[in-house]
C-alpha cells in the first residue's frame, strides 16, 4: 500500500489507524451507473454526451484501489465494478471499504446537502446516508458527531414565529446539539465567502434580517448579517464548550448556483476574522483549502488556533495527491495538520482519503529522511500527529 | 523525444499527430535579433542592458531542441543559432519547425495584436504573419479559423455611423465570420477582466454605449458594456452554430498598458459567468490559464460545459513543464483537456509547445503507469484524447 | 552539502560566496527557549501549549544543518540545542552560522520591526540587533545598508511640527539615508496592500493627510495617502540615486493585527504600479513572493525593472524548498533572480537561506543538465548570476 521503502517506525505510524475528523454519510443504497457518476462528480451533475466521470483522477483511483477489495483485478472498467458493487450489495460493499480506511473513529457531519431548485436529485437525502453511529459501525470504528450550524438554522427557521423567538431557538438549539457533538461546522464560505467581517453585526441588524428571514424561511440562508450573526453565535457556543469550529474552504461543492464564487473560499481571506477569534481561543479548522491549500498552511503557522487539512483534496487528485500533501508540508506546522477524508455518499471516497493520505504522506516523509533532512523518528512522529494525535488533542477524543 | 521508458502503446499515443487547438500566424520574414528577442519576450519589450531575453527557460528551450532543427548541435549560443535561422530563411526555417511540431491540424486565430501607441512595433501586422492556410501548408496539416471577436468589432466600429448599424453589423458581421469558423475567440480577461456580469447589459445600456464608441471608434475597445454585449452576442452565434468559445486566461499578453491586473484574468472568476452559460451548453475553453491552472482545472470538473489547456505556458515553462501539466492532471477531467501551443510570430512556439506537451504528457503517464496508479491502455487513451479526440469532439473537426 | 551530483563548474558556481541582498541584523544576545521560539514562528507568538514552533521545517532544518555547526549530531533534540547554543554564546554562535553561509556581502535592513501594543515584546529592538557593519565582520563579509522608508517617516513624524515640514523633512531624510545606502525598502504590502494607485496623491490630499497624521505622529503610518506618497518620494530619490527599490510581498511578518491581509500582498496586484515606474526605470525587487511566488516571476518576466526573490520562503519550506526554487525558474529570466536569506533576529535564518538556495538550486539545475535540457557551462552561468552577479549588476556593489 505504501510507495516507497521506509524506517519500521516510519511505515509502523503510516499504518496505524487514523482519525477521520470530517467526513458525511455514505449511501446506505444500491446505486446505479447515473446515481454513481453524480456522486463522483461532487455536485458538477452528468458528464458531458460520450464522457464519463470515471474518466478522472477520482475514477481511475476507484478503479485502480477499490476494484480490489470488491475481489476485481485492478483498472477493472467502470462497467465491471459496477455491476459487482451491486452484486455484493451496499453494505457489504460499505463495510469492505470503510473498514479498509483502517480508521478508529469518525468524526460525522450528518447534514445533508442543502440544495435548492434542479439538482436536489443529485445529492442523497439525509435518509438515504448512514448516520454517525453506522458508520462506525461499518468501519469498525468509534464515531462522534460535528454540527453543522447552517442546518440547525434552517430548522430553526421553519418552526420560529418571531424574531426575537427564532433569535433564541437558534442559540438554544446551538447550544443543544453542541453538548453531543466534538465540533462546530460552518459552511459560510460556499455561502457568501470567507472574507467575513472580523466585527459581531448589531442587534438591530440582526432583529431587521431576523424578520426578513422569517417571511421566506424555507429559502437556502444566503443573509450575510444572519450568517455572520450564526457564526459567532457558532463561536461563542464553542468557546463555552471548548469545541474546535470547522470552515469549509476551497474547492467542493457546486459552484455558480448561488454559491460563492471559489476564489472568494480562499482560506487567506479568513485572516481578519481568525486574527478577531485570536484571543478567544477557538480552534479554527480549515478543511480542503485545495488549490489554496499553501494560503492555508502559512495561515496555521501564523495563527496559534488555526489548524488545516487538505481532506477532500487527496481522493480527488488521486495519483498526483503526493505533491498536495507535500506542499502543505512546505510550511504548516505539523502539530497543525489533520486527516479528513470528506467523504460524502461513497465509501470509494472513505477508503481513497485514507489510502492517498497514507501514500503522500509516505512519499513526503520517506523523501526528507533518504535526503537526511528528518530522522526516522521525527518522521514517525509526525506520522502519527498529523494521522490521529492532533485530532485527539483539539477535538478532546 | 520522450523522457521516460513507456509501454509502446503509450509511447504510439504520445507520439500520434496533434491538434494544435489554439495558435496564431508565425512571421514570414527573417528576423533581426531585436525582433526575435521581441517575440521571445511576449510583450515584454526589450532585455535590459547586459540581458537577453535568451536568458529564459524559453530561450534555453529554443538553443536546445530547435538548434538540431537548423543544423545546429543542441545549445548552440544565441548569435549562432540567429545567423543559422538567417541562413535558412524564414521560409525553410517556418516549414522545418511547424512540420517537426507533427501537428494534424492547426486552429488559427489570424487577428493581430491590437497595440496602441509606442508599442505598436513590437507585435507584427497581420500582413506579416502566415496565415491559416499558410500554416497549414508550411505544417503539413489542416488548417481552420478562429474568430476573435474583439477584432471584429474594431473593424465594424470603424465604419458603422449609427449605433443601430453598428448594433446590427455587429451581429451580421460575427454570423458571417462564424460560418467559416471552427470556433470564436475572446480576449475580454485582457481588455476588462474575467470577473463578468452573468446578466445580459440592457438595450439601453449597450445603446448609450454604442453611441460613445461611435465617438472614438478608432480606440481600443475598453468599455465594459460593449465588451459585454459583444461576448453576449458571440455566445448567441456560437449556440446557434454549435461552436465553442476560447477565453484567454491567465499569463500572456503585455501588462500594465490599459490591459487588466493579471490577477483579474484568473479564469476562478469566470465561475458566475460559466454558470450562466451553462443552460446554454456553449462550450467555454480557457486557454493558457497559468498561473491559475489548478483553478481551471476545477470548473473543467465543476462544469460540463468548461474546457482547459495551459497552451503557451508549455513552450514558457520549457524545462519545468513536467509540473504543469501534472498538477492540471491533478483534478481536471481527462475529456476535459486540450493541447494548444498558443504560437504567435515564432514557429519555435509551435514546436517547443507540441514537444513539451509530449514530454511533460510523457512523464506524467509514465509515473503513473510506474507506480501502477493507472494501466498502460487507459495512459494511451487519455493520451490520444488529450491530444487530438478531445479538440476533435469539441470543434466538430 | 549540495543534494545531488554534479559537473565540477556547477558545483563550483553553486558553492561561490553569495551576496545576500536582503536581511536584517541577528540578535547579538543569548536566548532562552522561549525568545528562540518567539523567533521562529516569526510573528506568530508562542506554540500552544503542548506543542513548540520546533515542530515546523524550519524547526526540523535547525536540528539538522545548524547542529552540527555547533559540534551537535544532526536532529539534536530542541533543548541539547539550545543548550549549546547557550553554552557557546550568542557571538560565537553567529560568528560560526553566518561565516557557515558563504555570503560575500550582506545588505542589511537596520530598522526594527514597528509593533504596537502587547506583541513588541515579540520583536527585537534595534539595540539587539547586530548592526550592517557588525553583520558583515561576523560573517566575515562586506555589508550595505538598505533603507527602510516607513521607519524613516516615523523619525520624522515624531520631530515635526508642521504639515510642509514633516514633508521637507521627509524629502530630506530620503535624500540623507539614500545617499548612504545601496537600497530603498518598503513594507506597503504589509501597511496597505499591494494594489497601488498608479497616480501620484494630489499635493492638497498629502497636506491634509499629513496634518492628520501629526495629530498622532506615534501611531503606526496607515493612511493611504501618506504611504503613498512616501512611496513616491522614495521612487524619487532612488531615480536620483540609480537606486532600486525593494518590496516585501507574500508570506511574513505578523498577520491579523492592523496588517493587510496576505492576499492584499500578492505581487500580482502591483502590476499597474509597475507599468506606472516602468518608464522612470527604478528597479523593483519583490521579496519572499511565496506563496505567489509564480505571479512575481511572470512580472519579472514581463517588465524590464522587475525582479524577484524567494528570500525567507527558503529556510522556512526547508526541506521542500526545492520546489519553491523550481517554481521560481519556470518563468522568470535567469536574470531577474535574487539570492536573500531575509534573516531576522536569528542567524539560523542566514545559514539556512544560504544553505537551501545551494541545494535547491543544485538540484534545479541538476536536473536539468540530467535530463540534457541545459549545457553544464549555461547552468553554471545561471548559478553565478542568481547568486551574486545579478545584486553586484542592479545594486552597483
Not at 68 to 90: I, K, N, S, T, W
Not at 337 to 365: M, N
Request: charged share 20%; hydrophobic share 45%; aromatic share 6%.
Amino acid at each position: 500500500m505504501l510507495p516507497v521503502d521506509l524506517p519500521d517506525t516510519v511505515r509502523d505510524a503510516l499504518l496505524a489507524p487514523l482519525v477521520d475528523h470530517h467526513c458525511h454519510g455514505v449511501r446506505r443504497d444500491d446505486l446505479g451507473r447515473a446515481q454513481f457518476e453524480l456522486l463522483i462528480g461532487e455536485g458538477a451533475g452528468l458528464a458531458p454526451p460520450g464522457t464519463t466521470h470515471f474518466d478522472t483522477p477520482f475514477g481511475a483511483a476507484v478503479r485502480r484501489w477499490c476494484a480490489p477489495l470488491l475481489d476485481l483485478e485492478p483498472h477493472a472498467p467502470p462497467a465491471v465494478y459496477l455491476a459487482r458493487r451491486a452484486e455484493l450489495g451496499a453494505g457489504e460493499v460499505n463495510r469492505r471499504l470503510l473498514a479498509g480506511a483502517g480508521v478508529v473513529a469518525f468524526l460525522v457531519d450528518g447534514a445533508q446537502e442543502d440544495v435548492q431548485g434542479d439538482r436536489s436529485g443529485e445529492f442523497p437525502e439525509a435518509a438515504e446516508l448512514l448516520g454517525a453511529a453506522e458508520m462506525g459501525r461499518h468501519g469498525g470504528a468509534a464515531a462522534d458527531e460535528l454540527v453543522r450550524i447552517e442546518r440547525i438554522e434552517r430548522d430553526v427557521a421553519e418552526t420560529a414565529q418571531l424574531a426575537v423567538d427564532y433569535l433564541d431557538d437558534l442559540g438554544e438549539e446551538l447550544a443543544v446539539r453542541a453538548a453531543r457533538a466534538v465540533g462546530l461546522k460552518t459552511v459560510i464560505g460556499s455561502r457568501y465567502g470567507l472574507d467575513l467581517d472580523p466585527v459581531r453585526p448589531s442587534r438591530g441588524a440582526v432583529i431587521a434580517a431576523a424578520n426578513r428571514r422569517l417571511a421566506d424561511p424555507k429559502e437556502r440562508l444566503t443573509d450575510p448579517v444572519l450568517l455572520h450573526y450564526l457564526l459567532w453565535s457558532a463561536v461563542d457556543v464553542a468557546r463555552e464548550r471548548g469545541l474546535p469550529v470547522q470552515f469549509h474552504t476551497g474547492f467542493g461543492g457546486p459552484p455558480g448556483r448561488g454559491a460563492a464564487e471559489p476564489f472568494r473560499a480562499d482560506p487567506a481571506r479568513l485572516t481578519a476574522f481568525a486574527g478577531a477569534l485570536q484571543p478567544l481561543g477557538v480552534p479554527m479548522i480549515l478543511l480542503h483549502c485545495y488549490p489554496f491549500h499553501r494560503q492555508a498552511a502559512y495561515l496555521a503557522g501564523a495563527f496559534p488556533h488555526v489548524y488545516v487539512d487538505v481532506g477532500l483534496a487527496l481522493p480527488h487528485t488521486a495519483a498526483a495527491s503526493a505533491r498536495v500533501v507535500d506542499e502543505l508540508l512546505e510550511l504548516a506546522p505539523f502539530h497543525k495538520q489533520l486527516f479528513s477524508s470528506g467523504c460524502r455518499g461513497l465509501a470509494e471516497t472513505g477508503y481513497l482519503g485514507a489510502l492517498y493520505h497514507r501514500r503522500a504522506l509516505a512519499a513526503a516523509l520517506g523523501s526528507r529522511v533518504a535526503a537526511g533532512e528528518w530522522s526516522a523518528s521525527d518522521a514517525a512522529r509526525v506520522a502519527h500527529m498529523i494521522g490521529s494525535g492532533n485530532a485527539r488533542r483539539v477535538y478532546r477524543l
